[in-house]
């Protein structure tokens, strides 16, 4: 099964937020079997069902564990919708 994800970070009380932000995209992008579109304002992260979330899992709790507290904010939706808004 596959699903799509959109997801926001937003790092809280952080100065560097964008470098925080573009550090967690580049470390989704390195997962052979996940697909991954940005713009301005989220991510859209595209794959099979149980890799999306174990990647989500992994690298949730990494944000976490590097910079405590942030708010991810996400959208999640059965299919593939990377073809949307092509």
């Excluded at 079997?33 to 989220?42: A, C, F, L, P, V």
């Excluded at 859209?44 to 564990?65: K, P, S």
């Excluded at 959208?75 to 092509?86: C, L, P, Q």
Aim: glycine fraction near 4%; include cysteine.
């Amino acid at each position: 099964m596959q699903l799509s994800v959109e997801i926001s970070l937003y790092p809280l009380a952080q100065q560097e937020f964008e470098e925080q932000i573009w550090d967690f995209i580049k470390r989704i992008r390195q997962y052979p079997d996940i697909r991954i579109k940005t713009n301005g304002m989220s991510s859209q992260v595209f794959g099979e069902y149980h890799q999306v979330m174990n990647c989500l899992t992994v690298e949730m709790e990494r944000v976490y564990q590097e910079i405590g507290r942030a708010v991810f904010v996400c959208k999640y939706i059965m299919g593939d919708r990377s073809h949307i808004d092509e």
